[in-house]
């Protein structure tokens, strides 16, 4: 997960081993107070590769032989793949909703676009349509999240119609 083997994490601290990690360290140091004590903690973290995790950090301090602080055991759980079956499962819900509640699909289909868009944290969609006879694609709908770029994107393209490449066009042949 970290990209760090197995034999370079027994005993060394989150410091040593999680430069760059905020979000550990803060993880990692011992829970107030002086005796025994357990915490649970939930956060979004890069991994090795830059991909974006969920994960559920469990701590538990303990206490040496003389009663003083003795130190910190952790547990990282990556939840990513739970995280976005909920996610999923909850957008699902969301747009059954929307259909349910609407009278025709014209009616359904911006809030429909604005359920996906949030549910997956994007800042733009938009529906597209064919337009047969004349032969291109035409935006129908569309969502955003309101910055001054998406505005200006949005209203330089709202009336645009989208022309396909003649037929074979970029195509690699054998």
């Given at each position: 997960?970290?990209?760090?083997?197995?034999?370079?994490?027994?005993?060394?601290?989150?410091?040593?081993?999680?430069?760059?990690?905020?979000?550990?360290?803060?993880?990692?140091?011992?829970?107030?107070?002086?005796?025994?004590?357990?915490?649970?903690?939930?956060?979004?973290?890069?991994?090795?590769?830059?991909?974006?995790?969920?994960?559920v950090f469990y701590k538990a301090s303990y206490a040496a032989p003389d009663g003083s602080p003795g130190g910190v055991i952790g547990t990282i759980v990556d939840?990513?793949?739970?995280?976005?079956?909920?996610?999923?499962?909850?957008?699902?819900?969301?747009?059954?909703?929307?259909?349910?509640?609407?009278?025709?699909?014209?009616?359904?289909?911006?809030?429909?676009?604005?359920?996906?868009?949030?549910?997956?944290?994007?800042?733009?969609?938009?529906?597209?349509?064919?337009?047969?006879?004349?032969?291109?694609?035409?935006?129908?709908?569309?969502?955003?999240?309101?910055?001054?770029?998406?505005?200006?994107?949005?209203?330089?393209?709202?009336?645009?119609?989208?022309?396909?490449?003649?037929?074979g066009h970029g195509l690699m042949r054998r």
């Open positions: 997960f970290f990209g760090i083997a197995r034999e370079n994490v027994v005993g060394r601290s989150a410091e040593e081993l999680f430069a760059g990690h905020e979000e550990l360290h803060q993880w990692a140091r011992a829970p107030a107070g002086t005796g025994p004590a357990s915490e649970t903690y939930e956060a979004a973290i890069r991994s090795s590769d830059g991909s974006l995790h969920h994960v939840v990513t793949e739970r995280k976005q079956a909920e996610s999923r499962q909850s957008m699902e819900h969301a747009i059954t909703r929307v259909l349910a509640e609407s009278s025709s699909a014209d009616e359904a289909m911006p809030k429909i676009i604005e359920t996906i868009c949030t549910g997956l944290g994007w800042h733009y969609g938009a529906r597209w349509h064919w337009d047969a006879r004349a032969g291109v694609l035409k935006r129908r709908e569309s969502w955003s999240i309101d910055t001054p770029a998406i505005r200006h994107f949005d209203m330089a393209h709202s009336g645009q119609a989208i022309r396909p490449e003649p037929s």
